[in-house]
């Protein structure tokens, strides 16, 4: 059984960073795309940065520039982590790990969004002003 584990996240002044990690374990395919969506309260959930198995990666255009998507596979393991900087208020959400296992590259969100099947349970990232 596939298992997603978030850790990191926190409060933070405007300008500052954090850095979050999410341990994929239990997989066995060598293909796939994970990475990380966030849901701030009253919207939809949306991707953030994305990385897949030939290390080809994605970002938001909100956050380009600012936030860095990175892995470290090891054997039916992944660590990712994501690297963010000069954190704006509106970067306040519950940030998400994801996988989607057996396929070597990203789908565009609405699609990757449906084929998800293994969710962190999320971690709290605050940012304030």
């Known amino acids: 059984q596939v298992q997603l584990v978030e850790s990191g996240g926190g409060s933070v002044q405007a300008g500052g960073s954090l850095r979050l990690m999410c341990v994929v374990s239990?997989?066995?395919?060598?293909?796939?795309?994970m990475g990380w969506f966030r849901q701030a309260p009253g919207k939809e959930r949306e991707g953030v940065a994305l990385?897949?198995?030939?290390?080809?990666?994605?970002?938001a255009d909100s956050v380009k520039g600012r936030f860095t998507i990175s892995q470290i596979n090891t054997e039916n393991k992944n660590t990712l982590y994501l690297q963010m900087n000069s954190l704006k208020p509106e970067d306040t959400a519950m940030y998400y790990c994801?996988?989607?296992?057996?396929?070597?590259?990203?789908?565009?969100?609405?699609?990757?969004?449906?084929?998800?099947?293994?969710w962190g349970q999320g971690t709290q990232v605050t940012v304030s002003s």
């Open positions: 994801a996988a989607d296992l057996g396929i070597p590259y990203c789908m565009a969100l609405p699609l990757l969004r449906a084929r998800i099947k293994s």
């Open positions: 990385i897949d198995s030939n290390r080809g990666t994605w970002y």
């Open positions: 239990g997989y066995t395919y060598n293909t796939y795309c």
